[in-house]
């Protein structure tokens, strides 16, 4: 009996009741994201927070934590109850943060229990059409040649978009001038009016431009051309072997009961074959593709492990 009741008390103060999963989801679901809303990431947890909920049956809420580069909304789901009913889209710039900074509040990998990858994405390097450069070769001509003329904007310093550009400047041997911002409109708004000359963004945020004419691309990440924006060449066709791919995946806290996790993964298994999600994640410029939990785990630690390198390569300052 004292056994019984030890248990008990246990489970109330980790917030899971003593049906655990066979009771999950009792309430509304928050996935929480960790930048803008209406960015991105925010619309990419939209559309997934709409098709678990078809597939769960459960209300779903999206949550924008922007901050800190995502690591205020990581802090906040790994000290959530692991119950199952917090979630968050994690992102590229999980990996990038936990090379960039020696302190967090959280441990990148033991703090969360994960449940899949989702999809990944380049990023498009672009100008404005005056701008400096016409070209990727151009590009890489401008950075070998004159060392630091070209500035390019990043989501804050170690953001992914940051470190994209280090990794471009180590391998064309020379060096761009990293210009950091806190998201949003304005890296857009200083390309035009000729404050900086690059912008490293997602496809969401750079296909319109390009479209319209008011943007000109000059490559993508990706180490082969990009369904959504064939016409942009890869790095890799000037420097081989160059790739950049960002990614989204979901995770819960770590102690979520195993069966919350094998049915979240269930769901995003019908999530998969909806054409609707399919069609509007490709839009999002995502080509979706999921994991197990354990291959999550040691993607992620790897992705780590990546930055780690470029980092070190080329001698940045770790933050506390």
């Known amino acids: 009996m004292r056994l019984t009741i030890i248990a008990l008390a246990m ?11 066979q009771e999950w989801p009792s309430r509304p679901i928050t996935l929480v994201q960790g930048f803008g809303a209406g ?30 580069g995502g690591r205020l909304a990581s802090e906040a789901v790994a000290k959530a109850a692991p119950d199952g009913h917090t979630l968050i889209l994690l992102t590229g710039a999980h990996a990038s943060s936990a090379a960039m900074h020696r302190k967090l509040r959280y441990d990148p990998l033991e703090s969360f229990a994960f449940v899949s990858l989702v999809g990944r994405f380049p990023f498009v390097i672009a100008t404005r059409p005056d701008g400096p450069v016409r070209s990727l070769e151009d590009l890489v001509r401008v950075i070998r040649e004159e060392p630091g003329k070209l500035t390019y904007s990043s989501a804050g310093f170690g953001s992914v978009q940051h470190l994209t550009g280090e990794l471009l400047s180590l391998s064309a041997g020379g060096k761009l001038t990293h210009v950091p911002y806190r998201g949003g409109t304005q890296p857009l708004t200083d390309l035009m009016s000729g404050q900086i000359d690059l912008i490293f963004d997602t496809l969401t945020a750079t296909i319109p431009g390009i479209e319209a004419g008011t943007l000109r691309g000059l490559a993508v990440t990706s180490s082969t051309a990009w369904p959504a924006i064939p016409s942009v060449l890869p790095v890799a066709s000037r420097l081989p072997g ?15 009961p195993t069966a919350v996790i094998d049915k979240l993964r269930a769901a995003l298994d019908v999530a998969a074959r909806d054409p609707d999600v399919q069609r509007r994640l490709t839009a999002l410029g995502v080509e979706t593709g999921f994991s197990t939990p354990q291959e999550m785990r040691l993607f992620i630690a790897d992705q780590v492990k990546r930055w780690n390198a470029v980092i070190d390569q080329a001698g940045l300052p770790r933050h506390d």
């Open 39 to 68: 960015g991105n990431t925010d619309s990419i947890a939209r559309v997934l927070a709409e098709a678990l909920s078809r597939a769960l049956g459960a209300s779903f809420i999206v949550e924008a934590k922007p901050g800190a």
């Open 242 to 256: 160059f790739e950049v791919i960002s990614w989204v995946g979901l995770a819960a806290p770590a102690g979520t």
């Open 11 to 21: 489970l109330a103060a980790l917030g899971i009741s003593p049906a655990g999963a």
